[in-house]
């Protein structure tokens, strides 16, 4: 069974910085992809950024140039650093692994709301 813990979701002012952290937890496991995803009330969810054993793939357009992915293997987390943010970045954020067995699982979400 795998699970996933994120954190590092809250309030922040315009301008702000937040760092989203994800970590997945199980038995021998083996993570390909690791990403994260978020949803505004009345909007589709989408990939923000996500990154693989060999790289990062395109960042949507909205956040290029803001926002960072990484990962730490060694510690099966992802992390998601958010700089200049603006009121269109609230979201549900979740975070999403795919296995080397091709399994997905997501994170139970974490809110972040930028207001001044």
């Known amino acids: 069974q795998v699970q996933l813990v994120e954190s590092g979701g809250g309030l922040v002012q315009p301008g702000g910085s937040l760092r989203l952290s994800c970590a997945a937890s199980?038995?021998?496991?083996?993570?390909?992809?690791m990403g994260w995803y978020r949803q505004a009330p009345g909007k589709q969810r989408e990939l923000v950024a996500a990154?693989?054993?060999?790289?990062?793939?395109p960042y949507a357009d909205s956040v290029k140039g803001r926002f960072t992915i990484s990962r730490n293997n060694a510690k099966n987390t992802v992390y998601l650093q958010m700089n200049s943010l603006k009121p269109e970045d609230t979201a549900v954020y979740c975070c999403?692994?795919?296995?080397?067995?091709?399994?997905?699982?997501w994170g139970q979400g974490t809110q972040v709301t930028v207001s001044s």
């Open positions: 990154i693989t054993g060999v790289g990062v793939t």
């Open positions: 199980g038995n021998s496991i083996s993570i390909n992809t």
């Open positions: 999403k692994i795919t296995t080397g067995l091709g399994g997905d699982y």
